[in-house]
């Protein structure tokens, strides 16, 4: 007879194996969007419409025409850095393969499916997009956004979450 509690062990620790930073997982930026918004340091804000102004600011770090968008804050007036958080994700590229695949529904190109740690599971609901990154000079980094609620999955105990992501 089989220990379930054993198996469940033994599986955990191989997923954790799986999904560690030196295992199969692929490093994904998460971004948030910008969190913080500052005045641009490189155009004239305009205080009545609340953009800009699209002139140069005497000592901004990029020069533009007048009449031109500004480079720096593309003419909103603001700039903000994104805030983003660096994961590590078992990336499941063919829907053949994947765990528990939607029924019923036409699979979309350029999806794709996630396993990782449920402690990303506040983050990856609160994130804009999301970008794997390749790090290989001559490939573009995809972006995805969450397609669907993310599953809790495992043995009877949740500790990893599946997530459907589709291309942007």
């Not at 033994?10 to 030196?22: E, F, P, R, T, V």
């Not at 495992?154 to 589709?166: A, E, F, H, R, V």
Request: one cysteine or more; aromatic letters at 10%; glycine letters at 6%.
């Amino acid at each position: 007879m089989i220990n379930f509690a054993d198996l469940k062990a033994i599986y955990n620790n191989q997923m954790d194996i799986l999904l560690a930073k030196s295992g199969l997982a692929t490093e994904c930026v998460l971004n948030f969007g910008i969190s913080k918004k500052d005045v641009c340091s490189n155009c004239i804000f305009d205080v009545a419409l609340k953009k800009s102004s699209n002139k140069y600011k005497s000592g901004g770090p990029i020069a533009f025409a007048t009449g031109q968008l500004c480079p720096y804050c593309n003419g909103t007036g603001y700039y903000g850095e994104e805030k983003t958080e660096t994961i590590y994700l078992a990336i499941i590229w063919d829907n053949a393969k994947w765990i528990n695949p939607p029924t019923n529904i036409v699979i979309p190109d350029g999806m794709i499916q996630t396993i990782c740690d449920r402690t990303y599971l506040s983050s990856i609901r609160k994130c804009k997009d999301m970008t794997i990154k390749y790090h290989v000079s001559n490939r573009d980094n995809p972006k995805y956004a969450l397609y669907s609620e993310p599953t809790p999955a495992g043995l009877g105990d949740n500790n990893y979450i599946l997530t459907m992501w589709k291309i942007v």
